[in-house]
């Protein structure tokens, strides 16, 4: 294990080495054919995680169907009829909580009050 972990690591300082000795133009093609690298590698990936989990879901659902058809089918329970309003006692109150106002007078009934 111990020459495993040193093996990567003068792995590691060769290949540092080496980018360190490139020109810049080189460094930068390098640095983004990795990050393209890296970006359709983890498209990949994510792209087979969610294929796997469609096709389990899908498998699921064929379970479920075929567990509906051996189970026998249950009678649906009647449905209530509704209820007669007739039969139900009203009460007269008022469902309004407003108070009502008094009616206005008229204009007329209080000229002749007037004094001009």
Not at 36 to 56: A, G, P, Q, Y
Not at 82 to 104: D, L, V
Request: glycine share 4%; charged share 40%; no cysteine.
């Amino acid at each position: 294990m111990a020459e495993q972990t040193e093996k990567e690591g003068q792995r590691y300082r060769s290949l540092r080495n080496e980018f360190d000795g490139l020109q810049l133009e080189e460094k930068a093609v390098f640095l983004i054919e990795s990050g393209l690298s890296l970006l359709v590698h983890s498209v990949e990936s994510l792209t087979h995680f969610v294929r796997d989990e469609i096709n389990k879901m899908a498998d699921g659902d064929k379970e479920n169907a075929e567990e509906k058809k051996e189970e026998p089918k249950k009678k649906a329970a009647p449905k209530r009829k509704p209820r007669s309003t007739a039969s139900r006692k009203t009460t007269s109150r008022s469902t309004s909580s407003k108070r009502k106002t008094p009616p206005k007078k008229d204009d007329a009934s209080n000229e002749g009050d007037s004094k001009t």
